[in-house]
């Protein structure tokens, strides 16, 4: 089992569904990432959650909606979503442990996400 | 603001020789930390190597090791004795120290094929 888990693997939605995106870690950690992984492009990095706190928003659209209930669950929640959101999405999770810390983000095998 | 560079979007190596994957990065910041992830076609992000800004000597993990030119902003990956199985996508990837913040930055990736 991988310490960090993504359903679902694959989603196909039209462009007035609604869906969610689920990530969960088994490894204890108290951050949580959502990664846009689009082809020919660096990942981009989405939302940040420390210690269940939203601590980053990469001025991603609000069709975009996080949500982190506790600090081994983190959902994306989609509505109307656009063509150019077709893309895989990774979720990742770490253990910050002071400022000084330098433990690695540890990723799930992402959600391959098409819009029609 | 931070950005990294790969500036090789395909390499391509015979198995058993040895490859060198090439990542620049541009900070003001004088306390960070870099690493080099693998993204195998299984999906999954996979930690390789890291290196804290502060230390001279380069990580090593086993067939892996690194040059890091602090100086130069120069953080580049050795794979010795390439084998199949290391086919994949490497990222580089930094990440600032910066009050309990996890602000990860990714360059876009290099492909690497290990040929046969």
């Known amino acids: 089992e991988t310490g960090v888990t993504q359903t679902p693997r694959h989603l196909v939605m039209g462009m007035t569904n609604k869906k969610s995106l689920k990530c969960e870690q088994h490894l204890g950690h108290n951050a949580m990432y959502w990664y846009k992984q689009s082809a020919k492009k660096p990942l981009e990095l989405m939302f940040v959650y420390n210690f269940k706190e939203q601590t980053e928003n990469n001025s991603v659209p609000s069709r975009f909606s996080p949500e982190c209930p506790n600090s081994s669950h983190l959902f994306l929640h989609l509505h109307t979503l656009q063509p150019e959101d077709s893309a895989l999405y990774l979720c990742a999770s770490s253990q910050v442990v002071s400022e000084y810390s330098n433990q690695p983000q540890h990723f799930g095998d992402g959600t391959r996400l098409s819009i029609l | 603001a931070q950005t990294v560079t790969q500036s090789q979007p395909e390499m391509s190596v015979q198995e058993a020789e040895t490859v060198t994957l090439s990542c620049t990065y541009d900070?003001?910041?004088?306390?960070?930390?870099l690493f080099w992830y693998k993204q195998p076609p299984s999906r999954q992000m996979i930690l390789v190597i890291r290196q804290e800004a502060y230390k001279q000597q380069n990580a090593t993990e086993n067939r892996f090791s690194v040059n890091f030119q602090k100086a130069a902003k120069s953080f580049s990956l050795k794979i010795s004795d390439s084998q199949l199985g290391d086919t994949a996508m490497y990222f580089c990837?930094?990440?600032?120290?910066?009050?309990?913040?996890?602000?990860?930055?990714f360059g876009p990736g290099t492909r690497l094929s290990v040929l046969p």
């Open positions: 990837a930094f990440k600032v120290l910066d009050n309990y913040g996890q602000n990860f930055v």
């Open positions: 900070t003001s910041e004088n306390n960070y930390y």
